[in-house]
């Protein structure tokens, strides 16, 4: 079984307290479905080294889905202007995964995952075409 929970995500995201009912609901939804697509030989291997990792890619998933969260949120992608001053969100940034965090997760649990299983997370990193 895997394992993850609200201090860690609020340790990899550096979130406070006024977050944690998001955080619970959002480790109760995806950390089955991170699990269910993890091939049970791995699971269940007694290796802790393995099962260290896979936890740590099911936390970049799900503390990345919050980070994610927070900038979908009204006016997180706003830019001003004041005299001179021009403040824009920075052309680069992927809203659905502006930390990084869950392409790195994807990453990191690739080689575990089902034959046929997937992680419905497309990551386009510098220099690959989009499509």
Known sequence: MLSVTRDDVKRKTRLGSEYDAEIDTLIAEMLPVIEYAI??????????GLLATLNLGALELIAGEMLATLWREVGALVGFRFGWLQVFPPDWLNPSDPSGLKAQGVRRLAPYLKRNARLQFISRTAGEEGG
């Open 39 to 48: 091939d049970p030989l791995y699971l269940d291997n007694p290796d802790t």
